[in-house]
Each structure stands twice: as structure tokens, then as C-alpha cells.
């Protein structure tokens, strides 16, 4: 799989964990595979070197799926309970208190929209941006923006298929492939565009800005801690790290959050740790017990209450000391 970046191998065996675990049928699979390399002869090599059998590949000459209905939950979140939603932290749409909007701004020549989630009142306050996963803006996601509002900061979401029409509107299948399609330089750099609009909002305490992200958004989030060093503190949960020669570059502090049984990821924690300890960055890497992948998505069934809580409190004591 040399051929293929970082994130490309990365969705792509966390696919195939997905899979063997019985989570995800061998049909999406392969959709999500061949959507990402973009071939069926591609997808088949890709599948064969993360461990698939001859039997469960496609032949090359299989036609490409072609992409079907939008993909289920994305969008704006409608009032109420989050669908799915598990956690005693979650924030309902139309919480008292907060204030929610769709927002645009421009990036790249193209305006991108986000979903924004603040304290009410004009008092200016810090901020966070929120890298969604590799499912696109969720309602998850969301409510996890509303979830940082209510403890104070004004939180922005960003949908990073804007310019392919958004989220919502592609096939759930695409979703992955058209992240990864994109780039990370094209990721980090609307999340650098979403820095200046926040900065420049009256209820953003100027230069108080966090960023956090989740499983793809993790990786975006280590990415933009190596490159927009006005941030002050960032918290990425359980992505791929960065180049270990970028990791003197990074100025903000530096929260990583891991799962013990997420061994694709965590197994290369010994050397990234020795990597950030020969630097002067501001950093803990964290392993959370018991645990695997995506423990913190209350909408998934990997999902850990106590573990999951326990992140969401050190992310917040983390802002809390360096935003």
C-alpha cells in the first residue's frame, strides 16, 4: 500500500478492523475501499495487503459503485436529542443558554460552512475548532460543539466537503474517499481560514483558540498543531501523528488521546512519545484503559461512558491551563 498516503491507509485499515469485527459488511467495505483508491483493480490490492483472503476481493474488472442516496445523519442537526446519542454529556439542539447557527466563510476562493455553537451574551470568551471524522459533519459532531459551548467556548465545526456540496449531500460510502481525496494541506488550511473568522468575532477572546478532532479529525488536528501555530493548545483523539521531523514546529500544547486495544494506533506511541520528549513542546500523550478506537463516539459501539468522560474532562482541564 505504498502507493497510498498516510490518511488513505489509515481509513483503510480501520475499515478492515471494522470489518473483521463483523461492524461493517464486506459490500461497504469494498465500496469504501474502491471509493478511496479509486479502482476496483487498485481497491483489490489495497484490501489484499491489509490481510483479505483471494475469495474476498473484487476483480478488476468489476465496475466502480457508482455514488447513491446522501449520507444518513448529516446535515444540520433538527431540535432535540441527538439520534443515537448515549452520553450523559450530550447538549440537545435548542439548548437554554447557547446559540447554534450555519456559518460561512471563505477559504481557498470558496466559502466553507461550519456549524457554530457559542454561550449566549456578547461577553468575548475562548474558542475551539472541531475536526470532525472521517463520516463528515455529523450530528455527533454537533452536539459535541454544543457540548464545548456549554462549558464556555465558542466552538466551530467544520464541514470540509463545502466544495463538493457538503456533507450531507454525497453518498455515506463517498464520504471517506472524498476526505482523503482532498488532502490534508487543503484540511489544514481551512481550518487556518476558521481561525481567522473565529479571531475575528466579538465573542472570541482574541488568540484564545484551542482545535480538537476525532479519528481522521485527530490526524487533521495533529496536522494543524505542526502549522498554524497561533493556536494554543490542541486535543486530538486517537489519529494518525505527524512526520516526526515536523514535531519541532508545533507551538501550541499538545493533547493526545489514546485507546489501550486501538493497537494500529497506539502501537506506535513508544517512538512518537521519545520523538515529542527530545522537543520543547508542551505535550501528554495519554492511553485510556480498557478501551478501543473511537471510544469517545457516543452514537458508535465502541462507545465508553467512564473513559470517554474521563477524555472529555482532561481535554477540558487541558484548555483550561494553556487557552
Not at 478488476?60 to 454529556?89: E, I, Q, R
Not at 450530550?90 to 460552512?113: H, K, Y
Not at 494500529?264 to 505535550?283: C, E, K, W, Y
Amino acid at each position: 500500500m505504498t502507493q497510498l498516503g498516510k490518511f488513505e491507509k489509515y481509513l483503510i485499515e480501520e475499515f478492515f478492523d471494522d470489518y473483521r469485527a463483523g461492524a461493517m459488511s464486506q459490500h461497504t467495505f469494498t465500496r469504501r475501499v474502491a471509493f478511496i483508491t479509486g479502482s476496483m483493480a487498485a481497491a483489490a490490492g489495497a484490501m489484499a495487503l491489509v490481510g483479505c483472503t483471494p475469495q474476498e476481493l473484487p476483480r478488476s474488472t468489476d465496475p466502480m459503485p457508482s455514488p447513491s442516496s446522501p449520507s444518513p445523519g448529516g446535515g444540520t442537526a433538527s431540535a432535540g436529542a441527538v439520534p443515537g446519542a448515549k452520553s450523559p454529556l450530550s447538549v440537545p439542539e435548542g439548548a437554554a443558554g447557547l446559540v447554534t447557527a450555519t456559518v460561512r466563510f471563505p477559504s481557498g476562493g470558496t466559502d466553507i460552512s461550519a456549524y457554530l455553537a457559542r454561550p449566549e451574551g456578547d461577553e468575548a470568551g475562548p474558542a475551539v475548532l472541531v475536526c470532525h471524522e472521517n463520516r463528515g459533519l455529523t450530528p455527533h459532531i454537533q452536539d459535541v460543539a454544543r457540548r464545548f459551548a456549554k462549558a464556555g467556548y465558542a466552538a466551530l465545526a467544520l464541514d470540509l466537503l463545502s466544495r463538493e456540496g457538503g456533507t450531507a449531500s454525497l453518498d455515506r460510502d463517498a464520504v471517506p474517499g472524498a476526505l482523503t481525496k482532498a488532502g490534508a494541506s487543503r484540511h489544514v488550511a481551512d481550518f487556518s481560514a476558521a481561525f481567522d473568522y473565529l479571531n475575528a468575532q466579538p465573542y472570541v477572546d482574541s488568540g484564545r483558540i484551542a482545535m480538537t478532532g476525532y479519528c481522521f479529525g485527530g490526524g487533521i488536528t495533529w496536522q494543524a498543531a505542526t502549522e498554524l501555530t497561533g493556536l494554543k493548545a490542541t486535543s486530538a483523539f486517537y489519529g494518525p501523528a505527524p512526520d516526526l521531523d515536523k514535531l519541532s514546529a508545533i507551538r501550541p500544547a499538545v493533547l493526545g488521546v489514546y485507546a489501550e486495544l486501538d493497537d494500529r494506533i497506539t502501537g506506535a506511541l513508544p517512538a512518537f512519545r521519545d520523538a515529542l520528549a527530545a522537543t520543547d513542546v508542551r505535550h501528554e500523550l495519554k492511553v485510556y484503559p480498557g478501551v478501543d478506537h473511537a471510544f469517545h463516539n457516543d452514537t458508535g459501539e465502541r462507545y465508553n461512558e467512564a473513559q470517554a468522560t474521563a477524555a472529555w474532562n482532561d481535554t477540558l482541564a487541558w484548555f483550561g491551563k494553556y487557552v
